[in-house]
């Protein structure tokens, strides 16, 4: 307990080196402008981001590109809660009470709390990765390749079917990304696989192309003409209409803490990302309120939980990405192959291989989350005037810059035409209502579950028994059969009832 | 109860239709992945991996199709996305994707800047030509001082053909 407060005063020595602390604030600073921005998503900005960090030193590259992630869910609340535009995920459940409250014109006290419970939410969270990450590192040193392979199922498995959708289509498409990720030549045989006789493709699919295809050109194509311009209701916010009442605040930290504990669970939980805490800590606020009615018409709890557990589930989630090397979803998918290019090996030896990176990190989270604050409770005047940029300025900007960050990646424009093809596989995908985010996990994850899986058989001598011989990997296995079965069950008992809130639709089409 | 079952008839014609998208691709990896060896349990070949994820796929895909002729809907309605494509904005920003790889390949990252965000820009139902032009000569300028000058990309910033 005590070396890990010693290692964390070590990391602020990193992060606050001027070089450090200049990314951090870079990286939370953009992530901020694209949480609050409709129709630029975090994913496809990191992947603008990733080749312009393949040049830079690897403690600078992850802080900002880390910054980018929990700096745009400060953002996000300011969307839902003050237009109901559900444009960012987690975000989209904090839209049933907070709109209500903007409309009884207390969406200023709405946004206050949510930045409040931001801070208990995320403070929570940092916690938890200091202390946890390195019990987890520790318990994972001892795993061997079929542990490992066990463990990425698991991780495959509940980001396929823990999402929101079908969990069917879901696997379906963690198999397609894990495919995508095995094209190129075999490491092993020098055998090329997929690349049907492209020579470009012999290097493997590129990550950046990929990302930004399903996340940026798709989405444009699906959003073009189809986002309304926004009306933004009182634009005129200042700081002192941020400040909740003693009323609104007794109501409103006993939903954050709670919010916070269902976020640092889901955390635990690898495939869950903080979507999903967002919406089961709404669950769960309304279930054991005394007037679960009320909720939908502008509930302080309302925000308040759903908006700590987000943070504190995004800080959480990564503790399996820097303690094992398994991201929880998508997002921290793209870090880990950010880190993959920075010649950095994630897994359990990452904490005490490369202090400078972990303790470095956790410590940007304390001084990222500080500058959150500072940036948004008073300017939050600035980031609500940002939201009446339209639609139509937004996308062809981003677009063009979908492209250099493609071509930047390997200078090659060979590459921007393989985003656009996985664009238009990413909409043709999402118009069959596949959810695209796990496409990207199995991208990452499948070449290295390959490799985990044939070291394990060539151990063994070619005997599978030893992914049930081994107890740790046995256990793995056996959560995986528990969730598949709990899929199944809940299918077939509460077909048609809806589990989850449902939220306003995404894109909203003005006639 | 009509409504609910008038809209369920396109889910499920989607779900077949993604169900059997997903068996041909898995049938697809499975027979490109035997073309590669498949090697022995104790010292795979490269074809066995690819062999498991498309049998895999292929399996996923029937029961996709099954579960939608069974009714028990597999994908929630949840999101109000639009049946058929915004036509405009498919083509323009499909065309400005285009415009940028080719004016980059013959003269530069400016020229492809301008030209990228000044088709796409024409996508927009309430786009005007002026308007498209000056965002987009807004871009080129901010776009060639930041990766050109200051990110330094590697790419000639303006060259004649």
Not at chain 1, 4 to 19: E, K, N
């Amino acid at each position: 307990m005590s070396t890990a407060l010693v290692d964390l005063w070590h990391g602020f020595a990193v992060a606050l080196q001027p070089d450090n602390l200049i990314w951090c604030f870079v990286g939370v600073l953009i992530g901020n402008l694209v949480g609050v921005l409709p129709g630029l998503g975090v994913l496809s900005t990191v992947s603008i981001l990733l080749p312009l960090t393949f040049g830079m030193k690897s403690v600078p590259a992850i802080l900002m590109l880390a910054g980018i992630f929990y700096g745009a869910q400060y953002g996000g609340a300011i969307c839902s809660i003050l237009l109901n535009l559900p444009v960012h995920p987690p975000h989209a459940v904090t839209c049933l009470d907070g709109f209500p409250l903007t409309k009884q014109g207390r969406g200023g006290t709405a946004l206050g709390i949510s930045i409040l419970a931001a801070c208990i939410g995320a403070a929570f969270g940092i916690v938890e990765m200091t202390f946890f990450a390195p019990v987890v590192a520790r318990f994972a040193l001892d795993f061997g390749p079929a542990e490992i392979c066990s463990l990425m199922l698991l991780g495959l498995l509940a980001g396929a079917t823990l999402a929101r959708g079908s969990p069917l289509k879901g696997i379906a498409m963690t198999l397609f990304g894990q495919m995508l990720g095995l094209a190129g030549v075999d490491m092993n045989t020098g055998t090329p696989r997929f690349t049907f006789g492209v020579l470009n493709l012999y290097d493997g699919v590129e990550l950046v192309a990929l990302a930004l295809g399903l996340f940026g050109i798709a989405e444009f194509l699906k959003s073009v003409n189809r986002v309304a311009p926004m009306h933004v209701s009182g634009a005129r916010l200042g700081f002192r209409d941020l400040l909740p009442s003693r009323r609104e605040l007794r109501e409103g930290v006993p939903a954050m803490v709670r919010g916070t504990l269902v976020g640092s669970l889901c955390a635990m939980v690898p495939g869950t990302g903080p979507t999903i805490a967002s919406f089961v800590a709404y669950a769960v606020e309304k279930k054991i309120s005394r007037t679960p009615e009320r909720f939908g018409t502008g509930m302080i709890a309302g925000v308040a939980s759903p908006e700590a557990s987000t943070h504190s589930s995004v800080q959480g989630d990564f503790i399996p990405t820097m303690s094992m090397g398994i991201p929880g979803d998508s997002g921290m998918a793209l870090l880990l192959g950010a880190l993959l290019i920075q010649g950095i090996t994630p897994g359990p030896l990452l904490i005490s291989e490369h202090p400078d990176i972990f303790w470095g990190l956790i410590a940007s989270f304390w001084v990222g989350n500080i500058l959150l604050v500072l940036l948004n409770v008073p300017l939050i005047g600035i980031w609500v005037r940002l939201l009446a940029i339209p639609y139509r300025v937004l996308y062809p900007c981003a677009l063009c810059f979908v492209c250099i960050g493609v071509y930047s990646a390997k200078n090659s424009l060979f590459e921007v035409g393989e985003t656009l093809v996985f664009g238009m596989i990413g909409y043709g995908l999402i118009m069959l209502r596949f959810q695209v985010a796990p496409i990207l996990l199995g991208f990452v994850l499948g070449p290295r579950m390959e490799e985990n899986f044939r070291n394990a058989l060539a151990i063994s001598g070619g005997n599978l028994a030893i992914f049930v011989a081994h107890p740790i990997s046995a256990v793995f296995l056996a959560l995986c059969v528990i969730l598949l079965a709990a899929q199944v069950y809940a299918r077939f008992a509460a077909r048609g009832r809806a589990v989850l809130p449902r939220t306003p639709p995404v894109s909203q089409v003005e006639d | 109860m009509s409504l609910a079952a008038g809209r369920a008839a396109p889910g499920k014609r989607r779900d077949i239709l993604s169900g059997l998208l997903c068996l041909a691709a898995g049938l697809g990896a499975l027979v490109e992945a035997r073309s590669y060896s498949i090697g022995s349990l104790s010292q795979l070949g490269p074809g066995f991996y690819p062999a498991i994820l498309g049998g895999l796929l292929a399996l996923v895909g029937v029961l996709i199709t099954v579960s939608a002729f069974a009714g028990t809907a597999a994908s929630e309605p949840d999101e109000a996305l639009p049946d058929a494509p915004d036509w405009r904005g498919w083509f323009c920003i499909t065309a400005g994707v285009l415009a940028f790889i080719g004016l980059a390949w013959v003269s530069g990252l400016a020229p492809a800047i301008f030209g990228a965000v000044l088709v796409a820009a024409l996508g927009d139902r309430g786009a005007t030509l002026r308007g498209g032009l000056l965002l987009a000569l807004g871009m080129a300028i901010v776009g060639t001082i930041l990766f050109g000058y200051l990110l330094g990309i590697n790419m000639p910033l303006w060259q004649m053909p």
